[in-house]
T-cell receptor, first 114, second 115 residues
């Protein structure tokens, strides 16, 4: 069973605030991902990492930034939140190498910016 | 470019009916993987199945079955004798050798199973 945790589960915050969404996994996975899920339910990759000190932007442009200082931790930061950032953010991880593994997803953070 | 299309936005059935969720994909990779995920109201994405492009055998797991047809670029998902607990959003996804593990998701199909 996958062990990947996201906090907070829900966040309501005012415009202009700095926020960090936390994502941790206990499986030792090298690959980690952030997906943004818009109100129409479609998922878009916004960031990914293949290991410590590796971060790349995904297919959907995002004003957020990520860091990967430790294998198990992949936080996402918004320096100045705006209403357009209102969305659900899903973190995922997978193993490196061999057949492509399935992604293991966290429960998501539902962000509302007022 | 890779693309996944789930043409059915919402499906509503009555309990015990069979239901098929369609998935059509586009890719130029010769090696690729297809996935189905379930997203219940609680929000997490639950992995259901992964198939590689070289294995066209259909698969059955309990009430779930998957039909993979390369000739039509389709990977359809059937739930037999649906139950209320099957109500969720279902996503089909694709990754190929060209994008090393990054999943491209379809738009999702919302399934509502009524008692």
């Amino acid at each position: 069973e996958a062990d990947i945790y996201q906090t907070p589960r829900y966040l309501v915050i005012g415009t202009g605030k700095k926020i960090t969404l936390e994502c941790s996994q206990t499986m030792g996975h090298d690959k980690m991902y952030w997906y943004q899920q818009d109100p129409g339910m479609e998922l878009h990759l916004i960031h990914y990492s293949y290991g410590v000190n590796s971060t790349e932007k995904g297919d959907l442009s995002s004003e957020s930034t990520v860091s990967r200082i430790r294998t198990e931790h992949f936080p996402l930061t918004l320096e100045s939140a705006r209403p357009s950032h209102t969305s659900q953010y899903l973190c995922a991880s997978s193993e490196w190498g061999g057949p492509i593994q399935s992604l293991h997803f966290g429960n998501g953070t539902r962000l509302t910016v007022t | 470019a890779q693309k996944v299309t789930q043409a059915q936005t919402e499906i509503s059935v009555v309990e015990k009916e069979d239901v098929t969720l369609d998935c059509v994909y586009e890719t130029r990779d010769t090696t690729y993987y297809l996935f189905w995920y379930k997203q219940p109201p609680s929000g997490e994405l639950v992995f259901l199945i992964r198939r590689n492009s070289f294995d066209e055998q259909n698969e059955i797991s309990g009430r779930y079955s998957w039909n993979f047809q390369k000739s039509t670029s389709s990977f359809n998902f059937t739930i037999t004798a649906s139950q209320v607990v099957d109500s969720a959003v279902y996503f089909c996804a694709l990754t190929g050798s060209s994008n090393t593990g990054k999943l491209i998701f379809g738009q999702g199909t919302t399934l509502q199973v009524k008692p």
